[in-house]
């Protein structure tokens, strides 16, 4: 009995269990969104700049672990010329519905005909049982067979994948081999995002564990892999070498790589050029004149915390009481609304104006701050308070080296992992008078209130 074969029979191609349907983009807009990516994107945005939805650009980017594929990398080789390109497919649907055969087409696109014989073969859509040709598909299914099956050295290679994974999640144990249990941290994806609170464990780095190899196996080259290797075998799902929960024994905590570029951009919103500490007046730098301030806040336990406020010529020093508001630790905080910690940029503003307007309008001059979000509503605290604010550059405590040294002697009265929100604002007030009574070596022994006083006349 002779039984009649599809012509998909003819592909060539193995069948697909459940290969669902194509993918929405295809290489080159992939290759353009890991370009974005390395700009320094957000995942939303740089799925825009490819052409996609952002919902496939974030999909995209944590399935791929932060980390762009190696055919998509910015270092990776431009496909060579023996391959088709999607136009071309496109081209040879065109031409193949208009009717036109397959030399011909071959001719039009300066190909072999062999050339557009196996494409059309082996590169049509088979789930109707022809041969149907349509460029969409045909790319998805050169993209699948481009893939490459090499399995990662860690899957592989089961004792080197056991030494790895003992490393980076070893129990700590005591000098005489009892484990020693952590404490109990709990995480809050909401504050960290896409990262979560380190394991109490040994958590060497992959780095760590890479050099350490040819130490502990020096004739054994097979217990060999790079650093990087185990990062992308933790943070890339498609690699199945190590357990993904062990990202988490990292010292940062990260399940996803964080592209470089983007760590770049973190730039807060409301700063500007014009109020960077390097247009403050040269007055403020060579403290000849008073009236210029730095500030800070010094944070203690639950998220508590308390504001400083240092005088950079007389070290005189005034605290910010910044009690929790109503609902805090019982009530969920309502998105883009105040901070219930008490340490929000409405109520830091307001703590400032209420503190600093007390003083004469001489010594009202400028304020320096960190980059931190607490400032966020520095114009309306120039209205309010009648002081200038200039930010620090990112990551340079020095630039304000007075109210460092401040909070370091604040220490005394509010150590750190205290609650800070247990002391009421008569307290904050006479640690701020006790310290302001003390005698600086700076001041040739003369107290900050003396010597405040003595240049205020």
């Not at 980390?67 to 080789?77: E, L, T």
């Not at 504050?191 to 780095?205: E, L, N, T």
């Amino acid at each position: 009995m002779n039984i009649r074969k599809r012509r998909s029979d003819r592909s060539g191609r193995p069948s697909l269990l459940s290969p669902g349907r194509p993918s929405v983009a295809g290489g080159e807009e992939r290759r353009r969104f890991w370009a974005a990516i390395a700009a320094g994107m957000a995942s939303e945005d740089a799925a825009i700049e490819a052409g996609v939805s952002p919902p496939v650009g974030t999909r995209w980017f944590r399935k791929a672990g932060g980390m762009p594929p190696a055919m998509f990398g910015c270092s990776a080789r431009p496909l060579s010329g023996r391959y088709l390109s999607f136009a071309e497919r496109e081209e040879i649907a065109l031409l193949r519905v208009q009717g036109y055969s397959m030399q011909e087409v071959a001719r039009r696109l300066g190909r072999a005909a062999s050339t557009i014989s196996r494409e059309l073969r082996r590169n049509a859509a088979t789930r109707s049982g022809g041969l149907a040709y349509r460029a969409t598909t045909a790319q998805w299914h050169a993209e699948r067979a481009a893939r490459r099956p090499k399995l990662a050295k860690l899957a592989q290679n089961a004792i080197l994948r056991a030494y790895v994974e003992d490393r980076l999640a070893g129990v700590v144990v005591a000098p005489n081999g009892a484990p020693v249990p952590g404490p109990a941290v709990p995480w809050k994806g909401r504050r960290h995002g896409p990262r979560q609170d380190r394991r109490w464990a040994q958590a060497w780095s992959p780095e760590q564990i890479a050099r350490r190899l040819s130490v502990d196996f020096p004739e054994d080259e097979t217990m060999r892999i790079s650093h990087e290797a185990i990062y992308q075998a933790l943070f890339v799902h498609a690699r199945g070498a190590l357990r993904r929960e062990l990202a988490a024994y990292l010292r940062t905590g990260r399940v996803l790589r964080m592209p470089r570029a983007r760590t770049h951009r973190r730039g807060k919103a409301f700063i500007s050029p014009e109020i960077m500490i390097s247009q403050r007046p040269a007055e403020a730098a060579d403290r000849a004149m008073p009236g210029h301030w730095e500030g800070d806040l010094i944070l203690g336990l639950g998220s508590s915390a308390i504001g400083t406020l240092v005088e950079r010529t007389t070290r005189f020093t005034l605290l910010l009481h910044l009690p929790r508001m109503t609902g805090h630790g019982h009530e969920a905080r309502v998105k883009n609304g105040p901070a219930l910690a008490g340490h929000g940029a409405e109520a830091v503003r307001d703590a400032i104006t209420r503190t600093i307007i007390t003083l004469p309008e001489q010594l009202r001059r400028s304020l320096t701050w960190d980059q931190g979000a607490e400032m966020a509503q520095h114009a309306r605290l120039k209205i309010d308070a009648g002081v200038q604010v200039y930010f620090c550059d990112p990551h340079s405590p020095w630039q304000r080296g007075t109210n460092e040294n401040t909070n370091g002697l604040l220490r005394q009265y509010f150590p750190k992992g205290t609650d800070l929100s247990v002391h009421s604002a008569e307290e904050v007030a006479a640690v701020a008078a006790a310290l302001n009574a003390r005698p600086r070596k700076t001041l040739d022994w003369k107290t900050p209130a003396e010597a405040l006083d003595q240049l205020s006349r």
